[in-house]
């Protein structure tokens, strides 16, 4: 059974990186052909994809977010991470990982990220 | 983008109901449709993929239609864990793109 637990700092403060870290469990991220996504969920609101990688550590990325966000792997940990740059209070959310886009199958509890100074 | 429209945005039924939700797309996506139930303070749940394929253990009462531009989530007979809010995503074009949410709520 696939696990998946983000975590990383709640708290973020405006102008900075918000780093997060999903870490993977019940199988191997660098053994093709999946896929592992982020996605995130505003307050209230509904769910934003905002990327993937590759288990070959290509990516995509959503148009919207695409100027400030990187992704990569650390298949030594099994481990794959988001950085989202330049954030506003606007990138305050529930942010989740989860493995594939079609679908996507197995997530992650989600990780409330606060932007405030 | 691919906009997705899920109706109604809410819904009040009562266990036993019939209930079926709407995801309408804004352009043809074939059968690259799939759904998920989140309840409160948890992730979503995949529920159904390739727009009528029932992941495994999800309970047959569960069930999916449609192709193109327009499908449906149908529970035959709600039970109390079936409150909660159902979205649709379409996986056909990048970026992903869910619905806005449809929250079945006890009436």
């Known amino acids: 059974q696939v696990q998946l637990q983000e975590s990383g700092p709640g708290l973020v403060k405006p102008s900075q990186t918000l780093s997060l870290t999903c870490t993977v469990s019940?199988?191997?991220?660098?053994?093709?052909?999946?896929?592992w996504s982020w996605i995130r969920q505003h307050p209230g609101k509904g769910l934003e994809w905002i990327g993937y990688?590759?288990?070959?550590?290509?990516?995509y990325y959503n148009p919207s977010l695409k100027s400030r966000v990187i992704m990569s792997l650390d298949t030594s940990k099994n481990q794959f991470s988001l950085n989202l740059s330049s954030v506003t209070a606007a990138d305050t959310a529930v942010y989740y990982c989860a493995r594939g886009i079609n679908p996507f199958d197995y997530w992650g509890q989600g990780t409330l990220v606060t932007v405030s100074s | 983008d691919i906009q997705m429209t899920q109706s109604p945005s809410s819904l009040s039924a009562s266990v036993g109901d019939r209930v079926t939700i709407t995801c309408r797309a804004s352009?043809?996506?074939?059968?690259?449709l799939n759904w998920y139930q989140q309840k409160p303070g948890k992730a979503p749940k995949l529920l159904i993929s390739a727009a009528s394929s029932l992941r495994s253990g999800v309970p047959s009462r569960f069930s999916g239609g449609g192709a193109g531009t327009d499908f449906t989530l149908t529970i035959s007979s709600l039970q109390p864990e079936d409150f909660a809010t159902f979205y649709c995503?379409?996986?056909?074009?990048?970026?992903?793109?869910f619905g806005q949410g449809t929250k079945l709520d006890l009436k």
């Open positions: 990688i590759y288990y070959s550590g290509s990516t």
């Open positions: 995503q379409q996986s056909y074009n990048t970026p992903y793109t």
């Open positions: 019940g199988g191997s991220i660098s053994r093709g052909p999946y896929y």
């Open positions: 352009q043809s996506i074939s059968n690259y």
